[in-house]
Every structure is written in C-alpha cells, then in structure tokens.
C-alpha cells in the first residue's frame, strides 16, 4: 500500500512551491518518506531486540527451570522477569551467563 501516489505528491508540490521547483519537490518528499520508513523498521527491530524473554526448559536434575534472555546492559530487567514468573514463591539461580552482549539467566522456582 502505497502512503501517497504521485499525484498527490505532484498536488501538494505545485500547492506549496512554485512549478519549477516541482520534481525536487517530489523527489524531497519521497526522500523523507523512504527515512521515515526506515526509521521506523530500525526502530522496531531495536525495541524487540532489547526485550527481556524466557522460556520453559528442564535441568539437569530434571527439576523444572527458566530460562531468561536479556541485555548485558541491563541485566536488572532479567531479574525483574524472574521475579514475575516465580512470584511470592521466589527463586533460586542455577547459573548466567553472558555472550556477546546477550545475558541468561537459569532459575528455578522455590
């Protein structure tokens, strides 16, 4: 789907500009159309990459754990997570570890 075809774009061109300006005119616009476009997928794409996840898995002993993945710079909202799936019950942590700029966190509820 298109935001805007290119009459209107040729529309608006010749309303604020004078004609002669119009195909850079034009051609502006669809410059800060294409950035805001790509502004936005980067942005998208950075707030989900910095989401703090977990996932169901089972240890060694056959207990069951989490297993939560998040930021190295923000390692607190790994134990935030831990604390909303344990809850009252609290938590013990089997181990973390860190790669890259990746942390998990493995815990079993008590």
């Known amino acids: ?3 805007m075809n290119k009459e209107h774009i040729r529309f608006i061109a010749s309303f604020l500009f004078f004609k002669h300006n119009e195909n850079k005119v034009i051609n502006n616009i669809k410059a800060i159309m294409k950035n805001k476009l790509l502004f936005f997928l980067c942005s998208t794409i950075f707030i989900t990459s910095c989401a703090t996840t977990s996932k169901d898995i089972y ?14 710079s923000d390692i607190d909202s790994c134990y935030s997570k831990a604390g ?3 809850k009252e019950r609290g ?11 990746n942390s998990k966190l493995v815990i079993a509820c008590r």
């Not at 240890?59 to 190295?72: E, R, T, V, Y």
């Not at 938590?91 to 700029?101: A, V, W």
């Open 91 to 101: 938590y013990n942590i089997i181990s973390r570890s860190e790669k890259n700029s």
């Open 59 to 72: 240890l060694q002993s056959g207990q069951k754990g989490i297993q939560i993945s998040c930021h190295s």
């Open 1 to 3: 789907m298109k935001l």
């Open 84 to 86: 909303e799936q344990c």
